[in-house]
């Protein structure tokens, strides 16, 4: 079964820290990659889509990086604000347009 | 430009009503999908439209029906709403759906967020 699994589930860090998501895939044959960024009660908005020869891709103060032959990816956020507390989901895209949503990580900024 | 509008934001249901949850999008996007996240779980795609005029099963279908009525919008109806339907409901366009488009972003609404007692 095609798998998208992330890692923490749930991360609180200080203003200011880097931090670093985790998202492992089963999904095959791949397409492409993407992070969102979803805040409360609000829609998953778009960070970045990254394909199987990209290994690394930044929106501002977030860098994905891919490694397709262990399957893995991370989001690593930088000089975190209170505005990064949202929920950020791993989404894996086969050849066919069938997109496998993660769970996603949790994370809160505290001041 | 609104992107991609939902309503009702919220909604409360007796088991066994009917129901329907619209969508519109103002982007001049060929496909839409109806997607339910809940707790502790991805989403997953109930619904989708590639093109106006084509509706697709995804993930989840049961109990569930859609309608693409126009390039713009796309619903989605509940016939007999159960409980395991409580929820929150998305609809998300992208501007084309072939592998082609596989790199297009997809853009999310805000959200329905269905209780169903």
Not at chain 1, 18 to 47: A, E, H, I, M
Not at chain 1, 77 to 102: E, K, P
Not at chain 2, 5 to 20: C, D, E, H, I, N
Request: hydrophobic share 30%; net charge positive.
């Amino acid at each position: 079964k095609n798998q998208v699994e992330q890692s923490p589930q749930s991360l609180i860090i200080l203003e200011g820290k880097n931090c670093t998501l985790q998202c492992n895939y089963t999904v095959s044959p791949f397409s492409n990659l993407r992070w969102y960024k979803q805040d409360t009660g609000r829609g998953p908005v778009s960070l970045t889509i990254m394909t199987f020869s990209e290994n690394t891709k930044s929106n501002g103060r977030y860098t994905a990086t891919l490694d397709a032959d262990t399957k893995q990816s991370s989001l690593h956020i930088t000089a975190s604000q209170l505005s990064d507390s949202a929920s950020y989901i791993c989404v894996v895209a086969h050849n066919n347009n069938d997109m496998r949503f993660g769970a996603g990580t949790r994370l809160t900024v505290k001041p | 430009n609104a992107g991609v509008t939902q309503t009702p934001k919220f909604q409360v249901l007796k088991t066994g009503q009917s129901m329907t949850l619209q969508c519109a999008q103002d982007m001049n996007h060929n496909s839409m999908y109806w997607y339910r996240q809940d707790p502790g779980m991805g989403l997953r795609l109930i619904y989708y439209s590639a093109s106006e005029g084509t509706t697709d099963k995804g993930e989840v279908p049961n109990g569930y029906n859609v309608s693409r009525l126009n390039k713009r919008e796309f619903s989605l109806r509940l016939e007999s709403a159960a409980p395991s339907q409580t929820s929150v409901y998305f609809c998300a366009s992208r501007l084309a759906f072939s592998s082609g488009g596989n790199l297009y972003e997809q853009y999310f609404g805000p959200g329905t967020r269905l209780t169903v007692t």
